[in-house]
Every structure is written in structure tokens, then in C-alpha cells.
Nanobody, 123 residues
């Protein structure tokens, strides 16, 4: 059974940085895509970034391109989201998710989810 555990959220001022981690366990992830999504209060869950575990191909939402970087460490079975130049609109609960196969930006196509970690960016 896949387990995803996020960490690294917190409160930061606008312009600051945070690094989120997602520790994955329960199976071999070589054929998986890992994604980060976020959800602000009263808003729908939105795609942030994704990476294929085997090839390291990445894909970003336009709103975070150039500021966020997704990466993986296969030796630790961990996915990272480095977030720089944070803005108040980046505030929300950030979720790590996993799916078999190619990159997708659609949350409903992901089968496994972590519990989420709160990111709050103050202005």
C-alpha cells in the first residue's frame, strides 16, 4: 500500500523560500509520476508540479514556473518541492500525490495522496 508523508510547510513572508518533502513508501515507484497539488480555502485543488520517477521529466503550472522546482531522490524515495520567491497567493495546503504512468496535471487521475502540509505566505 502506497504511503505518502509530506513535511516542510510553515509560515513565511512574501519573497521567502520553503522546501517541501514527500516521503514515499509501500512499493517500487519507477513507473510512477509524482505530483504536488495545493488547495486554498474555498478554492478547488490545483496542480503545482509533477515529475516522472524514472526519467525525471518535469511539468509545472504557469503560476509557479521559474519559482518552484520539483525534484526526486531515488535513494531516499523522496520528492521535493523547492519554493522560492513565495507570494501570498501561494498560500494553501500542499498535497503530494502519486499515479502510475505519464505526467498528468489533473488531480482526479492520481490514486494516492498524502495528508497535506500547510503553507502560509504573509504579505
Amino acid at each position: 500500500q502506497v504511503q505518502l508523508v509530506e513535511s516542510g510547510g510553515g509560515l513565511v513572508q512574501a519573497g521567502g523560500s520553503l522546501r517541501l518533502s514527500c516521503a514515499a513508501s509501500g512499493r517500487t515507484f519507477s513507473s510512477y509520476t509524482m505530483g504536488w497539488f495545493r488547495q486554498a480555502p474555498g478554492k478547488e485543488r490545483e496542480f503545482v508540479a509533477a515529475i516522472t520517477w524514472s526519467g525525471g521529466n518535469t511539468y509545472y503550472a504557469d503560476s509557479v514556473k521559474g519559482r518552484f522546482t520539483i525534484s526526486r531522490d531515488s535513494t531516499k524515495n523522496t520528492i521535493y518541492l523547492q519554493m522560492n520567491n513565495l507570494k501570498p497567493e501561494d498560500t494553501g495546503v500542499y498535497y503530494c500525490a502519486a499515479r502510475r504512468g505519464y505526467i498528468s496535471s489533473t488531480w482526479i487521475t492520481y490514486d494516492n495522496w498524502g495528508q497535506g502540509t500547510q503553507v502560509t505566505v504573509s504579505s
